[in-house]
């Protein structure tokens, strides 16, 4: 059973930043594209970056809100993920779960969560104003 774990959540200042990390563990797995989203308490799940396999350029996307101040990549053996997130906000706050799709994606569907197969248990990010 293929499991995703993420580290590198925790408490810090508006303006610092913080990276987060996600591997697959348990086994192999072949995924087209793996994510993170956030949920704030009290609100809903909501996407932030992906990035998706290409056999020579990966594609990204992000949020609007993110946009500019996180970065996604990941592994070379395509089983992992990293968010580099600068400038953090308090509206930042949440726990971020990583994912992995089992199916290709394609433009809007590769922010929406029914795409998505595999997820982590998360990690929460908490920015102090």
């Known amino acids: 059973q293929v499991q995703l774990v993420e580290s590198g959540g925790g408490l810090v200042q508006a303006g610092d930043s913080l990276s987060l990390s996600c591997a697959a563990a348990?086994?192999?797995?072949?995924?087209?594209?793996m994510a993170w989203f956030r949920q704030a308490p009290g609100k809903e799940r909501e996407f932030v970056a992906a990035?998706?396999?290409?056999?020579?350029?990966?594609?990204?996307y992000y949020s609007d809100s993110v946009k500019g101040r996180f970065t996604v990549s990941g592994g070379n053996a395509k089983n992992s993920v990293y968010l580099r997130m600068n400038r953090l906000k308090p509206e930042d706050t949440g726990v971020y779960y990583c994912t992995a799709s089992r199916d290709y994606c394609s433009g809007s569907t590769c922010w929406q969560q029914g795409t998505y197969f595999y997820w982590g248990q998360g990690t929460q990010v908490t920015v102090s104003s």
């Open positions: 348990g086994g192999t797995f072949s995924n087209y594209v």
């Open positions: 990035i998706k396999w290409g056999t020579q350029i990966n594609i990204t």
